[in-house]
């Protein structure tokens, strides 16, 4: 098939998969379709483009499948056991990967611990137990030394590793005078740059000038960057994300030597979020930004290799398209389609026949028809800062004004919402509700300088811009004044409750999940302040007195709390423990006021994994926001 005719073949296929303009009320799936583990989360690409290796959720654990892709023939399976996730895999050779093993206790969780590293065969032969591998970065799979890969480690100043990975033998190959670091080679192999945080989160880029370092850039937490990215096919110039004055940062060409600057690529809203290099790694072919809709700025159109991608994406119209893998000979290429009503499918292309092959979908049970489409929105807060964010319509919604909830993502910091498929956004949506997902100030992605303005402003202009976002909405028309619900996990919990308390009377309810509640309990209490890059971190975001962390926590507002809340919590939280949960339920009950839907799981931690467990969160969820704002409610206070 030429690329023509399969561009052609997916057009007529992918507009036959379009969401529908339906007139009609959704027809109301049942909640477990919505939550129930994808078939799989992660798919990768042999170097030789033979082997693919595919990542499966089994409840409380993810277990790993490779297979032989020509039949798809299975060639070995690993399950390291309860509450162990294989999260990513990487190939250091034709025949053999490393697999990056987390402990997780919670469905919001990042990693508990270090991961453990395994290494095997592709058909499970010589596996073997990778010392101390998770303390470490890969810097550089040096394909021309199959045997060992260059690793990156931290202690009191960063180190440089030759890895052995059969083995597990270590040797040193630099060092660097920065905490938290990590180095940048040339393509022939040569240090260049360094690129650390130190203990109190400040940044420091650092290159190398002979024997020793020369300090290139510093900033604090939430300055300005100037990172290294990469060099230049030639091997003379480097590739430099950098920020000025707070703005997103955009690349840079840089030349060592003379310290001439070429300006590549930028976008005035958002920093790139990921890019394209060629198969030899040698260059530099396009950088994706996500303004709203993901999309990809190519640099480099004449590289055969731009070109195929190029027309990969134009092939799939209304989805987005990431790239996963290339081949080292270039000839096959593993993508993901993917949109806001789908959630995505991997296919492998052969840039040698022009046919591409499907091999998974990740959740085969969801029609996209039925699911709701996902609107990127922007709007003025009062102060005159532009926020964006993502309005989620119910299907058959009609021009009236509709119930809503407001869904604050977690992080907060370095954290963004983003355009694709949301399950629990579209099973609210599918439940009648318009769902609107603000990336308040504070969030990542747009810029240093709009991240640094939610800093010690959890509870005040990070919640303001959620309000003016609501406000938006009604003006528009979107949105019942009378029927807006919040919602949240994590710092989303926190947001849900304190927009509450920062507006008594806006909300119909609030849900809280897994959320921070009390900002003086964060310096206490969880896994952030176990560390001293965690303690840094609280010292540079949280306000600065207690009385001001009081002030901005709902369990120390609950006067101002005066319309029904719904909790859940996991009791093996270790992000956010128990004690969150406890303060307020108390603070709520002493009041008069106690939850009206109280829902802990001994059993879970940061988010609900069990199935069963999600299916009963999600129906409580549905009820009690019926019974506000939805056809229970009547649409009057």
Known sequence: MTMTMFRRFLLVALLALGPALATAAPERLPVGEFFKDPEFTSVSLSPSGKYITVSVPQGDRTVLAAFEIDGMKLVGKWDYGEKRHIERVTWVNDERFLMFVSRKVGRFDFRVGTPDVYASNVDGTQRADMPNLGYYDIVDLTWDDPRTILVQRSVDSAFLSRYDVYNGRVSTVATAPVRFGGFLLDHEGKVRYALGQQEDQTTVTLRRDGDRWTTVHTAEMGGDVRIPLMFSGDNKRVYFATSEEGRPAGLVLVDPETGDETPVVSNPNVQPYTYLTSSDDRELLAVAFMDGLPGYEFINRDHPESKTYAGLINAFPQHAVSFQGISRDGRLVLFRAYSDVDPGAYYLFDRT????????????????????????????????????????????????????VLNPHGGPHGIRDMWGFNPEVQFLANRGYAVLQVNFRGSGGYGSGFERKGYRNWGTTMVDDMTDAVDWAIAQGIADKDRICTYGASYGGYAALQTVVREPVKYRCTIGYVGVYSLPLMFKDGDIPETESGRAFLERVMPETLAEQQRQSPAFNVDKIRIPVMLVQGAKDQRVPMSQYRLLKKNLTDAGRAPEVDIVEDKEGHGFYDYDNQVELYTAMEKFLDKYIGAGAGGSR
């Open 353 to 404: 026949t022009g046919a591409a092959q499907f091999l998974l979908a990740s959740m085969e049970w969801i029609d996209p028809e039925k699911m709701a489409e996902m609107r990127a929105v922007s709007f003025t807060a009062r102060d005159g800062t532009r926020v964006h964010g993502y309005l989620t319509l119910p299907n058959g919604a009609g021009k009236g004004p509709l119930p809503l």
